[in-house]
C-alpha cells in the first residue's frame, strides 16, 4: 500500500510538470491587458483583459510575467491580474503573491 501511494505522488508531479513544461511566454492574447499593467498607477483592467486573464492557465500567466522585461511593466500589477478579474479569490496566493 504504501508503494502504491509513492507511486501516485511521482505520476502526479510527473503529470504537473508536463503540463507546466508547456507553457508558452506568448503574452500577445493579453494586449488588451497593457494599459493595466503599465507604469506606476495603472487603471483597473478592462473586461476584454479579462476575459484573457480569465481563460489563461493562471501559472503559466504568472511564469511568463515573471519572466517578461517589458520597459514600464508595473510587475505588482501584472501578476495581480488574477486576482483584479476575479479569476481567483483575493486571498488565493498567485503569482508568488
Do not use: W
Request: proline residues 8%.
Amino acid at each position: 500500500m504504501k508503494s502504491f501511494a509513492v507511486i501516485l505522488v511521482l505520476v502526479s508531479m510527473a503529470t504537473v510538470s508536463s503540463v507546466h513544461a508547456a507553457c508558452s511566454t506568448d503574452l500577445s492574447p493579453y494586449k488588451p491587458c497593457l494599459p493595466a499593467v503599465m507604469g506606476t498607477t495603472p487603471p483597473s483592467p478592462t473586461k476584454e483583459c479579462c476575459i484573457a486573464v480569465k481563460s489563461a492557465d493562471i501559472l503559466c500567466l504568472c511564469e511568463a510575467v515573471g519572466t517578461t522585461e517589458l520597459p514600464g511593466l508595473n510587475k505588482e500589477a501584472a501578476l495581480t491580474l488574477p486576482q483584479r478579474c476575479g479569476a481567483v479569490a483575493f486571498s488565493t496566493r498567485v503569482c508568488g503573491k
